[in-house]
């Protein structure tokens, strides 16, 4: 049993003395975890960081098997911010997301070019904001994602202001002030505003809530840490 693809690095762990195991995020095969011989050695260690994009030849006896790897270098994507405290949180929390919430070895095509993209959004000062969208999209891929577009009770689509935790649409400022204590935040750069780092914070707490509610919860997680140190970086 053997492919080839390409696919970001989002996790390694040694395994014995000098090999380890590593966790991608495939286009074709989607999470895929195999053994890197020699990955724990230093001339790996640059290569097998978060956040990389890497093509991948994996090899096994069995389609069951955990397997091998052997990774050759695609885009830097994981390295090329270990200067960068911020961004290397934002990249570690983007992967530890992923390995979190996507079934293992099933196809996720638009879900990989998602986390390409941000990856290569994180150039850009609002990087930040572009995270937080990654988020809304990576829960409609799973299938729940949130209608942000008009009002759930008016169908207004002019000051849209919170989001309801029951059905994740959107609510008018007028229609949801008498609720405000049961609705969620909708920050203003979701429906087309400029963000602030207070915004994005909460633009993580909105997506935060539904990951937690429709994907980790049911399956006895919680958020990665590396999201909440996020988080916590992002404060103001």
């Known amino acids: 049993m053997e492919w080839t693809d390409e696919g970001i690095l989002l996790s390694v762990r040694r395994h014995g003395e000098t090999a380890t195991v590593v966790s991608l995020l495939t286009h074709a095969h989607g999470r895929h975890a195999g ?25 096994a006896r069995l389609a069951e098997h955990l397997g091998s790897f052997t990774c050759e270098p695609a885009d830097a994507f994981g390295t090329a911010w270990l200067h960068d405290p911020l961004r290397l949180a934002g990249i570690a929390a983007a992967c530890a997301l992923a390995e979190a919430t996507l079934p293992e070895r099933e196809p996720h095509p638009t879900a990989y070019e998602g986390l390409v993209g941000l990856l290569a959004s994180f150039e850009e000062a609002d990087w930040p904001a572009l995270y937080v969208r990654w988020e809304l ?74 990951l937690d509610r429709h994907v980790l919860g049911p399956q006895g997680k919680r958020l990665p840490g590396a999201r909440s140190r996020l988080v916590e970086r992002l404060k103001p």
Do not use: H, I
């Open 35 to 59: 053994l890197v011989r020699g990955g724990a050695g230093k001339a790996l260690r640059g290569l097998l960081q978060p956040g990389n994009r890497l093509k991948a030849a994996w090899k």
């Open 137 to 210: 999209g990576l829960l409609g891929e799973l299938g729940f994602g949130l209608d942000l577009s008009r009002c759930a009770a008016t169908g207004t689509v002019e000051d849209l202001a919170f989001v309801s935790p029951r059905s994740g649409r959107a609510v008018s400022l007028a229609a949801g002030q008498p609720y405000r204590e049961k609705l969620l935040v909708l920050p203003g750069f979701l429906t087309g505003k400029a963000a602030d780092p207070g915004e994005v914070v909460a633009g993580l707490a909105l997506t935060g809530y539904f």
